[in-house]
């Protein structure tokens, strides 16, 4: 079997890119696999057979790609990263893999910021909710309301679902969701992680009783749905603030949290990183007692994060929000949306102490990862997936095909009566068409 | 029998489909029936007009003209035999090749766009479906017919007709050259033959007569025999009359014919009309139903080397090669390659 892989590659600043590094061995086993990466340079794979390509090249060797037999984009919320898989699968089709199911905010960039074409930022604000949902758009091009705000009503999932060979997504929740809105075949793959063998010794927390109690904040920070700012108010406002740590790594504003912890004093207790590679990032979470992994609004995202943190064992609070609230409660505390000051500081005193449930919770979340998450499992049944999806794409592309069909040939009879007439016959004829 | 034949055109372009649809006609009139051509423009460029041309087709209604009753459909080509009728029976000449035995391979103009694959995987799957609607499939050749069954899953059965002005064939003593009469493009290998040329050890000598599809491809063959030094070997004859045609025929040693998986092969049978051999290769297709290597011709490795080797025996044993022509001939008269026997079967299909 022949694929094409469209996805971030190291050292692409997202997670995204490591989860393809993690899957090549076993994709490798499976299948010739061609990547294709939206960037100019990748860190050297030590698989010679798997060949690399980019997506930014003016023109892209059609016949190369189209002669391999499944192609597999892997779709996030960063349009830099994105964006250009995006403008390829759009061209293309094909199956995708959904690392978060709201869009809105990649397409927003990757439309108004990136092209400079708010008009067709507008057009699929419109096909998801029509006239509503574009004055909706309108305020957030305005500044009037933020994207999280409008993403929240629109999240944009249907941009990327019709014509579809399948659908894969991290996230049991939001598959019935997405299964709804298309007739592709979807399925749920739990985020691989690293295989067993190579999971780093976790380093359970050596804490005495009366030390400080670490905690730590990373990955990609910027907007509200990360909880940052949230966070650093809890702490301020935290009656024991002076017995809390605090390490964040990543992408952030870190001149503006310098600022915010040094007006509220606590500017001695953090400890701010940027981005970190993989080594570092271990090197950090090993050293932490507690890691901070909220998301509210959810974005319909399964997180690459949690499994890193569970791979060192460590204890994590995470809000009762989207793919979090359904994890079992012997791997993570929950932490209401509604209450999360509140929830903080109550878990935040329980921690110091009497650590002992949460540090179980840890252990549990390191069992957990060994057994539900391995790159092998997950590549056999995407594999398994593939037939299926073999089957919809002859549908997928009438799916495309037909509306612009429509529309370029309907447009010239003045009459709408007439027009739905026309739309109804032409729609039988193709359903005909169907096995 | 009020009888409609279907295909499809495409403008200013006339070649084998069209001769052989135009036959169909007339010889349907000659057996007594009402007789019409539907021909359907048709441009597959770029792909998603070939979904457009078959809507469209699958739009028109051929079940009636003028408040009487049209009896029979006979479809030829892609997307005109998906036209609808209850009474339809298909006559492929081919299906539309790049979605089938050419995809995967250079000469699959699909592949060149972003939206080419997808585009087949639908027609491939559409195809499947609609051709349930019909009567009784035929195919033009064995090998068409097993192609629908390798790709579309469907049962034909091979259904021969003579070529055009079958009896005006005739033979006379052979003279020193080989005969390649045929468009000049890349699926009828003239780079083949010409590559051939080169390595053969006898002074082999090959007419080329057809039309180039592009006038730059003549030029990249006579270039490529100029390189291989075989441009005195080579005669380049252009488009030529048919009674020329049956002139070659007829005063040739033999026929190299290499295309590659043809679908059927005036070709062959003309050379055989002729009396003369026919050199073929492995998976040139339709012309291997009619060669018996080492009876009525020689079948080659699709190689230039072993190419070159066949056209050394036939050029160097030319009373051998009279005798494959004879047999030819015989093997034709044994096939009972007629009209009457096509439009039997296509308007008594069940």
Redesign the interface.
């Known amino acids: 079997m022949r694929l094409n892989w469209f996805s971030p590659l190291p050292p692409a600043r997202t997670d995204i890119a490591n989860y393809t590094a993690r899957l090549l061995p076993p994709l490798a086993a499976h299948a010739e696999v061609k990547l294709w990466a939206p960037q100019e340079q990748w860190t050297e794979l030590q698989r010679p057979s798997i060949s690399i390509g980019n997506v930014l090249q003016k023109r ?1 060797p ?2 190369e ?3 391999r037999e499944f192609s597999i984009f892997q779709i996030g919320n960063d349009a830099r990263f994105h964006g250009p898989l995006l403008d ?1 699968y759009e ?3 094909g199956i995708v893999v959904l690392h978060d199911t709201n869009l809105h905010e990649m397409q927003r960039m990757r439309l108004v910021e990136g092209r400079q074409r708010p008009e067709a930022y507008l057009a699929l604000l419109s096909r998801s909710g029509g006239a509503k949902a574009v004055a909706v758009g309108r305020r957030v091009l305005s500044g009037e309301i933020s994207v999280d705000e409008a993403a929240a009503a629109y999240p944009l999932t249907d941009s990327v679902l019709q ?1 579809a060979h399948g659908v894969v997504v991290h996230n049991p929740t939001q598959l019935k969701a997405v299964a709804t809105r298309t007739s592709a075949p979807c399925l749920y793959l739990p985020l691989p992680y690293l295989p067993p063998e190579a999971l780093p010794e976790p380093v359970q927390s050596k804490r005495q009783a009366g030390d400080p109690l670490r905690l730590i904040l990373f990955g990609f920070l910027h907007g509200t749905n990360r909880r940052l700012e949230s966070i650093l108010q809890a702490w301020a406002q935290f009656p024991q603030r002076d017995r809390l740590r605090l390490t964040l790594f990543g992408e952030y504003d870190q001149a503006h949290v310098s600022r915010t912890l040094e007006e509220s004093g606590l500017r001695q207790y953090a400890e701010l990183h940027g981005y970190c590679s993989e080594s570092e990032m271990d090197a950090l979470l090993s050293k932490a007692d507690l890691a901070l992994n909220l998301r509210f609004p959810s974005r319909g995202e399964a997180s690459g994060s949690l499994l890193r943190i569970w791979s060192h064992a460590l204890p994590c609070f995470v809000s009762r929000s989207g793919y979090y609230a359904e994890l079992d409660d012997a791997l993570v505390t929950k932490i209401d949306p509604g209450s999360e000051l509140i929830d903080l500081h109550h878990h935040w005193s329980r921690f110091l102490t009497a650590p002992e449930p949460y540090l179980r919770q840890g252990s549990a979340g390191l069992h957990h990862l060994k057994n539900h998450h391995t790159p092998a499992a997950y590549v056999e049944r995407l594999m398994a997936f593939l037939p299926e999806a ?1 089957r919809y ?6 799916e ?2 037909l509306p ?2 429509t529309q370029k040939f309907m447009s010239p009879i003045p009459h709408w009566a007439a027009q739905a007439r026309w739309r109804e ?2 729609a039988a ?2 359903a005909s ?3 | 029998m009020r009888v409609l034949v279907t295909t499809v055109k495409v403008p200013f372009v006339y070649g084998g489909a069209e001769i052989h649809a135009g036959n169909l006609v007339t010889e349907l009139r000659r057996a007594g029936h009402e007789a019409e051509l539907v021909e359907i423009p048709f441009r597959w460029y770029p792909p ?1 007009q070939m ?2 041309h078959l ?1 469209a087709c ?2 028109l209604d051929l079940t009636e003209a003028n408040g009487v009753a049209v009896d029979r459909v006979i479809g030829l080509k892609f997307p005109a035999y998906h036209v609808r009728h209850p009474h339809k029976v298909l006559w492929i000449l081919h299906q539309h090749r790049t979605l089938y035995d050419l995809w ?1 391979t ?1 000469d ?1 103009d ?10 087949r ?2 027609l ?3 195809e ?3 051709l349930h609607e019909a009567r009784h499939l035929y195919a033009n050749s064995e090998n068409v017919a097993q192609r629908l069954t390798r790709f579309s899953g469907h049962t034909a059965e091979p259904l021969y007709h003579p070529p055009e002005h079958a009896e005006a064939f005739f033979h006379k003593p052979a003279e020193q050259y080989l005969f390649y009469p045929s468009r000049l493009c890349g699926l009828k290998r003239q780079r083949l033959v010409i590559e051939a040329l080169a390595e053969t050890k006898a002074p082999v000598v090959v007419k080329f007569a057809g039309k180039p599809d592009h006038p730059d491809y003549l030029r990249e063959l006579q270039e490529l025999a100029r390189n291989k030094g075989v441009d005195q070997r080579i005669e380049w004859l252009g488009r030529i009359s048919d009674e020329a045609k049956r002139d070659h025929y007829a005063r040739c040693l033999g026929v190299v014919f290499p295309p590659l998986d043809e679908d059927y092969g005036y070709i062959t049978l003309e050379a055989m009309l002729s009396s003369k051999p026919v050199i073929t290769c492995q998976d040139s297709g339709g012309p291997l139903e009619f060669v018996l290597d080492g009876q009525t011709g020689l079948v080659a490795e699709p190689t230039a080397s072993s190419l070159a080797q066949s056209m050394d025996q036939l050029w160097n044993t030319p009373e051998k090669a009279q005798e494959m022509g004879a047999a030819a001939r015989d093997r034709y008269a044994d096939l009972r390659i007629t009209w009457k026997h096509v439009i039997d079967r296509l308007l008594h299909a069940s």
């Open positions: 892209l059609w016949t790609i189209n002669f390829v061209r293309h089709g014509g073999g794409r002859a549908q997928a592309y009438l495309r095909w612009h069909m016959r032409i004829e193709v068409w169907a096995p | 998603e979904l457009d809507l699958r739009l995967d250079r699959a699909l592949a060149y766009y972003p939206e080419g694959a997808d585009i995987h639908s491939v799957g559409i499947r479906q609609l």
